[in-house]
């Protein structure tokens, strides 16, 4: 079977979380035999734009690059539509003829890449590993780092210019999904929020993204510590949006009494005023987290954007650490409060402040969360690839006879299913309607989106229509 997997970036060339999936992913497939292509976006000011060339990694993976640079801007309307990008890869299509196409990331490649695919005649998956689809900026959160509403059409979030421009990029976006065979989501509360954005649920799957092979992190952490300082760690680097100044700030609330220390993993120490308590340590690489985790005893992820997972805070929770986390959805997912760890709001430094000087006061607290496994299901990425295999196999087929189900493939273990699978409750609550006009800067909203777990607050309601459509029932906020 001949697969092409599509990133928007891709390493070397850009490591991250997202990029991480479609590579690990191709890897399995060329294991298991299967002829594996990859067309992704490469980012190099030194490079002409739209110029392409053809590697093959040491695994045997041919990979076409593509300069992407100039788009990478959220307010680019090349970032969400890019035709020369489409065209280029319409053509390489023709030429390579795959039975599969998965797209992953998008932004930059734009949205055309699907019903390229389509045309193509190949069966096509998409996994949104972020929120791409409705929100320009990836994270459902504006430039302010105040996480707006999740259901986008509720809101009047400016996003990456304003809230009328999102509504006309959407518009133009999502009826390009209709190319996709499956959607798949990273996790369920992900997929909770896409069908409240219009995603359409007969084709969204819950695809939890895998574990890297070769890390033994259960148990890896050295034991049980009530009699010494709390070891925390954070691990997000110096970008905003991971929260790092949330942290500082919540830092200088907690008592300065030799019960805890931080260590600040990719941050610089210069013209940062830290704590004597706190260090700031050079990143470190993928060989290393067995023995950093192994070093600590809480995990610390202050992140202010809406993540769709969080695979450091699954690998730290299996390594035996407890872990405090926003509520943004992918971390908490993973987090039960009060069992392995602790959720604050996101973004608000004191209620972070107050949890880290609580469990430095409560070691006992700490022993009892360590040995507390992720309330989220885990996998490793083999699992992950067995997920997609057979799915890839069924849309072939389907495809070739001329007739793909809305939706086929079971791209999740029946083992894994129960937990993982189907369309999630949502209801939004509101303190009060304002049909058809935003809602004003005096007006008190509540916003709570629930899925089977529990209820997240939020911020924002703004259209009858749209809070219709996920299941609005109005009642005052308490």
């Keep these: 079977m001949r697969v092409v997997q599509v990133s928007a970036h891709y390493p070397p060339n850009f490591v991250s979380g997202g990029t991480l999936v479609p590579q690990r992913m191709a890897h399995d497939l060329v294991d298991r035999g299967h002829e594996v292509l990859v067309y992704a976006g490469y980012l190099d000011e030194n490079r002409t734009p739209l110029e392409t060339w053809v590697e093959t990694d040491p695994r045997g993976v041919v990979v076409r690059w593509i300069v992407t640079t100039p788009w990478t801007s959220w307010s680019d309307p090349l970032n969400t539509f890019n035709p020369p990008v489409a065209e280029d890869f319409e053509s390489w299509l023709a030429d390579v003829r795959p039975d599969v196409v998965h797209l992953h990331s998008l ?23 972020d929120f791409w689809w409705t929100c320009a900026r990836q994270f459902l959160t504006p430039a302010d780092m105040r996480p707006c509403s999740v259901v986008v059409d509720c809101g009047n979030c400016p996003c990456a210019v304003s809230h009328e421009w999102l509504e006309r990029r959407n518009a133009h976006l999502q009826p390009m999904l209709d190319g996709a065979d499956v959607i798949l989501a990273p996790s369920a509360s992900s997929a909770s929020v896409l069908i409240a954005n219009g995603i359409d649920p007969r084709k969204l799957r819950v695809d939890e993204n895998g574990l890297p092979p070769g890390e033994a992190l259960d148990g890896s952490r050295t034991g049980s510590r009530t009699d010494l300082p709390l070891r925390m760690m954070y691990a997000g680097g110096p970008d905003p949006m991971k929260g790092i100044d949330v942290l500082l700030e919540s830092l200088r609330f907690v008592p300065q009494d030799g019960s805890w220390s931080m260590d600040l993993y990719g941050v610089e120490a210069v013209g940062r005023d ?9 990143a470190y690489g993928r060989a290393e987290l067995g023995d950093v985790l192994g070093s600590h005893d809480v995990l610390v992820l202050p992140s202010v954007v809406r993540e769709s997972h969080s695979i450091l805070t699954r690998e730290a929770l299996l390594a035996g650490l407890a872990v405090i986390c926003p509520d943004t959805l992918g971390p908490e997912e993973a987090v039960r409060h009060g069992v392995n760890g602790l959720v604050v709001p996101a973004g608000e430094p004191e209620p972070l402040s107050a949890a880290m000087t609580h469990l430095a006061g409560n070691h006992d607290m700490v022993a009892r969360m360590q040995p507390a496994q992720p309330a989220a299901t885990t996998r490793r990425c083999r699992a992950q690839a067995d997920g997609h295999a057979e799915p890839y196999r069924d849309l072939r087929t389907a495809r070739t006879r001329g007739r793909v189900r809305v939706g086929a493939g079971n791209l999740i273990s029946s083992k894994e299913r129960p937990a993982m699978i189907g369309t999630p409750r949502i209801r939004v609550a509101t303190s009060q309607y304002q049909a058809g006009r935003p809602i004003g800067a005096n007006t008190k909203i509540a916003t709570i989106i629930t899925t089977s777990r529990k209820l997240v607050p939020h911020r924002g309601c703004r259209r009858e229509k749209r809070c219709a459509l996920t299941g609005v029932r109005g009642r005052p906020a308490s």
């Design 274 to 282: 830290l704590p004597l308590s706190v260090r700031a340590l050079p």
């Design 107 to 129: 932004q930059t490649l734009g949205g055309g890449m699907v019903r390229a695919a389509k045309a193509a005649g190949a069966a096509v998956v998409v996994t949104m590993h």
